[in-house]
């Protein structure tokens, strides 16, 4: 995406009335039982262009010093294009002004691309939960070849 269209880009609050984007929520986490676990206790932001809504992502705090990005996609035809960047820049300055010191990630051995960029956006692991999708899962998840079986915890400290 050339810099002209990201900087249409609007990122902010899902409206209070406005309808759950439930099918991009399940982009990044295959377990409706899971999204609903966390969805009514965390902050949704949407990502729109021309009204379009192409992205979101959602913070669950954690503790008083932590809040955790728990969801964040991309519709796919909009991928690529910078636009997880700018979610993810907007997690960390929201997460700052809301006063926490530490942002955490969390995403699977598998997930290659994501552990790419998250390190690229300045996330560190900090732990890694081993089994946690076998454990928390029903089904086997596959991706790049790979089975996603331990959670990779990823955590950036905020500058104010
Ligand atoms: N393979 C390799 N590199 C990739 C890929 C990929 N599939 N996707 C993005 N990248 C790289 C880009 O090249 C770019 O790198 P660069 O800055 O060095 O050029 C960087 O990652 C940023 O790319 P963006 O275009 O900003 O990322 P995008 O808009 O595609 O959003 C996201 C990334 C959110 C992971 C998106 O691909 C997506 O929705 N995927 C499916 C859902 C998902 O996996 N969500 C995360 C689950 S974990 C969780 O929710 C906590």
């Given amino acids: 995406m050339n810099n002209h269209l990201l900087q249409q880009l609007s990122i902010h609050p899902l409206p209070p009335q406005a309808p759950v984007p439930f099918e991009l ?3 990044a986490d295959p377990s409706r039982k899971m999204i609903n676990g966390y969805l009514d206790r ?3 932001y949407v990502a729109t262009l021309q ?3 192409t992205g979101e992502y959602l913070l669950l705090p954690e503790s008083q010093s932590t809040i955790a990005i728990k969801n964040i996609a991309v519709q796919p035809q909009w991928q690529g294009k910078g636009i997880g960047k700018s979610l993810l820049q907007h997690a960390s300055l929201e997460a ?3 006063g926490y010191e530490y942002l955490q ?4 051995n598998s997930s290659v691309a994501q552990l790419y960029l998250y390190q690229r956006c300045g996330f560190d692991i900090k ?3 081993r089994n ?6 029903p089904e086997a998840i596959y991706e790049n070849g790979i089975q996603c079986r ?3 915890l990823l955590e950036k400290t905020l500058t104010a």
């Fill in 105 to 108: 990630i969390g995403t699977g």
């Fill in 150 to 152: 331990h959670m990779i």
């Fill in 51 to 53: 009204g379009e809504i």
């Fill in 25 to 27: 929520l399940l982009l």
């Fill in 96 to 98: 700052a002004r809301l």
């Fill in 132 to 137: 946690y999708f076998t454990e928390h899962y």
């Fill in 42 to 44: 965390g902050m949704l």
């Fill in 127 to 129: 732990a890694i939960w």
